[in-house]
């Protein structure tokens, strides 16, 4: 299966802060799903990327597919308490089918 | 109020036990999907359905069996044969399984073993 690579593993800010995380795949993808998991629930999606070099927002949150179409990131800006879980980066697969490949997540913790 | 309800939130399994974790959604999807996530791993996919009646294995079916008699119902089955069984599990649902479908999970069951 394709190598996704998903960094920073972790993150420990303060609020306020901006945040951004990103994706590399080993292969070119025409999709890009961005997750948030709170602790103990199941991951939201945040934002869908289609199209190479797209750039969506959705409040505070921007995330842009790579022109390669092999990398996408994630910003946060202004971070917040709420802010705090798992974000993940997940590919549906090239083959149409249904399989989602997940990253393995970058944690994010804001310090008081 | 369209979701997805994962039951129990708990779950204690013991040694040799089989143990059925339920998943529901009334959001009118075709596909569901099963998923298990481990401590600092990302979620691996065990089981998915595309339609009622039908199932394929996942990256890491083994241990597990599932049913989908149901269009709403998707029930996994953690068996004795799975030796490590202790995880947070994830089942989500989308519209119809294929392509660029987007995902819906629930809230999850963390099983662990007495």
């Known amino acids: 299966g394709q190598q996704l690579n998903q960094s920073p593993q972790s993150m420990f800010i303060q609020e306020g802060e901006d945040v951004s995380m990103n994706c590399t795949s080993s292969s070119i993808f025409n999709t890009w799903l961005w997750y948030k998991q709170d602790p103990g629930e199941g991951p939201v999606l945040l934002i869908a990327?289609?199209?190479?070099?797209e750039l969506t927002s959705n409040g505070r949150l921007t995330a842009q597919f790579g022109i390669t179409r092999k990398d996408s990131f994630l910003n946060i800006s202004a971070s917040i308490p709420s802010d705090v879980g798992i974000y993940f980066c997940a590919l549906p697969s090239n083959f149409g089918n249904e399989k989602l490949t997940f990253g393995t997540g970058t944690r994010l913790t804001i310090i008081p | 109020d369209g979701g997805i309800t994962q039951s129990p939130k708990y779950l204690f399994r013991k040694e040799g036990q089989n143990v059925t974790l339920s998943c529901e959604q009334n959001?009118?999807?075709?596909?569901m999907y099963w998923y298990r996530q481990d401590p600092g791993q990302g979620l691996r996919l065990i089981y998915y359905s595309q339609i009622v009646n039908d199932f394929q294995k996942g990256d890491i079916a083994e241990g597990y069996s599932v049913s989908r008699e149901k269009k709403e119902s998707f029930p996994l089955t953690v068996t004795s044969a799975q030796k490590n069984p202790t995880a947070f599990y994830l089942c989500?649902?989308?519209?119809?399984?294929?392509?660029?479908?987007?995902?819906?999970f629930g809230a999850g069951t963390r099983l662990s073993v007495l």
């Open positions: 959001l009118n999807h075709d596909a």
């Open positions: 990327l289609y199209k190479a070099g």
């Open positions: 989500a649902s989308s519209t119809q399984g294929w392509g660029a479908d987007i995902q819906y």
